[in-house]
């Protein structure tokens, strides 16, 4: 994809392309921060970034419609991401993911070359975006949510009944994280809503955060705005922590 050039006019599609970006962070934590920070708007297809000198700072950001990429636009445009504000355009060429979904696609002379020295064993790979993008609706609840007393592991006996939540209090409770969390993508993400003052990840144990806002209505409002949202496959868990 070719950067988009000053003056230019480009259409409103699915395929956002972001530049400004620190360069000094990793290629990997880069796409899951934008990743994380994105899927609040919707469904990411996938989240384009490489460590050429030529595509330092930039990344390509492809959501399933282009209602979700508009939106993402119009709230992420300036968003402070690494110290930097990103600056957020419509990309100006069609993502490749994209193209295969409308039939569109037409494979580059190199890869078409490739392709044919690939023969039957090329197509019979699937490709790990479509892949993604087919995962079973069914599944999309299952992380982070609390099991029925039924299924709820037992202690001899007894089933193991949750404790009861803590009052509502300023600081908040994150699980269900994936391990390669950094603080700095729960920043982003919870920096959205006002009153943010500091966010603690615990090493001895992964997967778990303490949010802190200045007081109790805001910690509320972010929330409800956060609970259940999706750090690549995993839905946050978000109570009131426990003073």
Avoid: C
Avoid at 76 to 98: C, H, L
Avoid at 113 to 126: A, D, L, N, T
Avoid at 199 to 219: C, D, H, L, T, W
């Amino acid at each position: 994809m070719a950067e988009i050039s000053q003056g230019e006019e480009i259409s409103p599609n699915m395929t956002l392309y972001i530049n400004n970006l620190n360069e000094k962070i990793k290629i990997d934590q880069l796409k899951k921060s934008l990743h994380a920070v994105f899927s609040q708007f919707g469904k990411i297809l996938d989240v384009l970034a490489f460590k050429t000198l030529k595509h330092k700072g930039q990344a390509w950001v492809i959501f399933e419609d282009v209602n979700s990429a508009t939106n993402a636009l119009r709230r992420m445009q300036g968003f402070p991401f690494y110290d930097k504000e990103m600056r957020i355009q419509y990309a100006k060429t069609k993502s490749d993911i994209v193209a295969k979904a409308d039939g569109t696609f037409v494979p580059r002379e190199k890869r078409k070359r490739h392709e044919e020295k690939g023969g039957k064993k090329r197509k019979e790979q699937v490709d790990p975006n479509q892949a993604a993008a087919g995962l079973n609706p069914a599944y999309a609840g299952a992380y982070g949510a609390t099991p029925p007393l039924s299924q709820l592991p037992y202690l001899g006996a007894r089933p193991i009944v949750p404790e009861a939540p803590a009052p509502p209090n300023n600081i908040l409770f994150i699980q269900n994280l994936p391990h390669d969390t950094t603080p700095m993508m729960l920043q982003m993400l919870f920096n959205q809503y006002p009153g943010l003052k500091d966010v603690r990840m615990v090493e001895a144990k992964p997967g778990i955060a303490f949010v802190e806002y200045e007081n109790e209505m805001q910690s509320t409002v972010a929330m409800q705005a956060l609970q259940g949202f999706k750090i690549q496959q995993n839905q946050m868990l978000i109570t009131y922590a426990k003073k």
